[in-house]
């Protein structure tokens, strides 16, 4: 069973920054890939940014060139480095990592970390 847990959120001013962290509890060899996901209020859960455990990265448009998406050494953790934040990058970000289990995969959920950006 995977367990991830999630650091980072609070409240900054537009421009500012902020380091999201999430370590899960399984091994590099169980974890495919790790992502993030952000919740609007009324609105859909989006993709914001994932990784691979090769290393391959892939942003949403509304993010790239302002957020940064990385793993440790260990692959079994992931930081979301956001800087130029907007008002309408308000939300509540959830990790993702995908892992192997018996014979398939699934997607396991951290409990989400608020972000709220307003001056």
């Known amino acids: 069973q995977v367990q991830l847990v999630e650091s980072g959120g609070g409240l900054v001013q537009p421009g500012g920054s902020l380091r999201l962290s999430c370590a899960a509890s399984?091994?590099?060899?169980?974890?495919?890939?790790m992502g993030w996901y952000r919740q609007a209020p009324g609105k859909e859960r989006e993709l914001v940014a994932t990784i691979t455990r090769g290393g391959s990265t892939m942003y949403a448009d509304s993010v790239k060139g302002r957020f940064t998406i990385s793993s440790g050494n260990a692959k079994n953790t992931v930081y979301l480095q956001m800087n130029s934040l907007k008002p309408e990058d308000t939300a509540v970000y959830f990790c993702?990592?995908?892992?192997?289990?018996?014979?398939?995969?699934?997607?396991?959920w951290g409990q989400g970390t608020q972000v709220t950006v307003s001056s």
């Open positions: 399984a091994s590099m060899f169980n974890i495919n890939g």
């Open positions: 993702n990592a995908n892992a192997n289990v018996g014979k398939g995969q699934l997607n396991y």
